[in-house]
């Protein structure tokens, strides 16, 4: 039985007669690095969220215009927004 001392890593593989596949596979497994850059993944999550709440408000005001429309009015109330809001929430439950 040998102790935990004795026991050496693997060696790393040639990776000139390695296909460039298993090269890349190799380097990103053994980086201890981030696969995406950090400012790059960031703006893109922000721009993700970015997109997501203009897509949620411009439907959320789209739902009170018609409301808005079926009760025989030109002006959104905010009872229109509320209801559409109750509404959301019975709909996602």
């Known amino acids: 039985m040998q102790n935990d001392a004795s026991i050496e890593p693997a060696p790393a593989p040639d990776l000139d007669i390695l296909p460039k596949s298993e090269r890349e596979i190799y380097y990103y497994s053994t980086n201890p690095g981030l696969?995406?850059?950090k400012t790059a993944f960031t703006r893109l999550v922000l721009d993700t969220l970015k997109e997501v709440a203009e897509m949620s408000l411009t439907h959320l005001f789209a739902c009170s215009t018609t409301l808005t429309c079926h009760g025989k009015r030109a002006t959104l109330?905010?009872?229109?927004m509320r209801l559409v809001?109750?509404?959301f929430q019975e709909f996602h439950k």
Do not use: K
């Open 35 to 37: 696969f995406i850059p």
């Open 77 to 80: 109330m905010v009872e229109d």
């Open 85 to 87: 809001l109750e509404i």
